[in-house]
Structure formats: structure tokens, C-alpha cells
């Protein structure tokens, strides 16, 4: 049996659906999503397996213009999550480009030497002619090896394009078990969950300098786990957000209530 392995840099704007599209490949949750931009913040990778092929999917943090030091790490792990790929794969929402978003990304992937291909989310969305131009202009800036049009919410166009990744990947033995998903702890795991229902139940009033500590993780006779954590915030002002009126947050909030806010 000829065994595959190999890294694919999931790269591209925020809010393109690469969270989506790495869940996809593995075929079930490891990235967390929310609509919220610059959700991944962290160089995450999810195992896939396709036939005798082992694909490590690198879930990088949006790219976009920093601002702040914040910013500035997490575009750096971007980038330090495409180093030494043996593929980079440019995500795109096909229904909002970005313009000028786009057009730094295209240039720094066009001056890298891994090869690449273009994959264009959210095409069940998009303008048909528009998108049309859209895979023109960046089949001739980047050459890449090939463009795909998929919808990874949907799974539209997700099977061929794990195909490929697959056909791409140089020969060798894999790097994991077959049955593991994610590089991931399980610990991180369980502060990735509680982060993602934070940003899906506090919306814009969640701090965005937010972050969450597992501090106990314990897995019970019964088959149970017992999770303690907490969510760390920058003011003392912020644990309100969290907690809710007098520590009682209501209807659907009423999960942040059982955390602990503690300024960090």
C-alpha cells in the first residue's frame, strides 16, 4: 500500500469560510465558526483522510490589515502556518471578494514558492458573471494549479476538491492515527467551544480581547467530563458583558453564568 502525507495552508481574508471548509474536509467539527471576523486566532490543523492520503489541514487566522499588536500576531501565524506547505490553498468568498483585501493576499501568495490553488466559497451566492472574472484575474495573477468553486456549508464541490488535495500530497507515511481529527488537546478544544458560544450568544458585546483557560479537565467513571474554566477579559468592567446583570445572564446566555470572569 503507497500511503500520502502532506500539509495543506488553508489561507485567506476573514470571514471566507475556511473554518467551514476544514470541518468539511475532516467531516466533522475541529475549527470553531462564527460569524464574527478573525474567529480563528490561533494556527489550528484538522486531519483528513481521503483513500491511502492523509491531509493536514492548517486552519490559519484571517489575513487583514493589523492594527494592533493583537492583529499583528495573529496575521503573522497566518502566514507562519503556510511555511514549508506542500500545498497553499487561497480561500475567496466568492460573494464578497474583498477588493483591496484581496489583492495583498494575492500578492504575497504570488511571490511564495509553495504551490497553490484557488478555492472560491460561497459560489451558490455569487454573481455567476462576476465570478467568472473573479477565477480569470486569479488564474493569471497566481497560475495556480488549479480553481475550484465550491460552497463548503453546503458540501457543494467539497468531494472533488479532497480529491485533489489528496492527489497532491507526495508519497509517504502518515503523520497521525487514522482515527484522530485534530492536532488539537483536548483541553484547547474545550476553550475553542466555549469561545465559539460566546461570540454566537454575546454578538458584538463580547470583548474582543477575550480569551478562555481550561483549568480542570477530568473524564468521569460514568463517560462524563467534568470542564472548569475561565473566561478572561482585559477590564473588571468586561465580566458584566459575561455574567450577565448581577451574575445571572438570561435566556440564552444563561450558559456564561456558570463561568468565571476574571480580569487578565
Known sequence: ?????????????????????????????????????????????????????????????????????LDRAMVAAAWSGADGADLVALVV???????????????AIAARPEPRLVILNKVDLADKAELLALARRLNDELQPRDIFMISALSGDGVPDLK??????????????PEDQVSDASERMMAAEVTRE??????????????????????????????IHQQILV?????????????????????PCARRTADAA
Not at 5 to 23: D, E, F, Q, R, W
Not at 33 to 46: E, I
Not at 208 to 219: G, L, N, P, R, V
Open 1 to 69: 500500500m503507497t500511503t500520502r502525507c502532506g500539509l495543506v495552508a488553508i489561507v485567506g481574508a476573514p470571514n471566507a469560510g475556511k473554518s467551514t471548509l476544514v470541518n468539511a474536509l475532516v467531516g466533522q467539527k475541529v475549527a470553531i465558526v462564527s460569524p464574527k471576523a478573525q474567529t480563528t486566532r490561533a494556527r489550528l490543523m484538522g486531519i483528513a483522510m481521503e483513500g491511502e492520503a492523509q491531509l493536514l489541514l492548517v486552519d490559519t487566522p484571517g489575513i487583514f490589515d493589523p492594527r494592533r499588536r
Open 93 to 107: 468568498d466568492a460573494d464578497k471578494p474583498g477588493g483591496r483585501r484581496l489583492d495583498p493576499i494575492v500578492e
Open 163 to 176: 480529491r485533489a488535495l489528496a492527489a497532491a500530497m507526495p508519497e509517504g507515511p502518515w503523520h497521525f
Open 197 to 226: 458560544q460566546l461570540y454566537l450568544q454575546l454578538h458584538a458585546e463580547l470583548p474582543y480581547a477575550s480569551a478562555i483557560e481550561t483549568e480542570k479537565y477530568e473524564e468521569r467513571r460514568d463517560g462524563s467530563v467534568a
Open 234 to 254: 482585559s477590564r473588571d468592567t468586561q465580566k458584566a458583558i459575561i455574567l450577565g446583570a448581577r451574575g445571572a445572564a438570561e435566556g440564552d446566555r444563561q
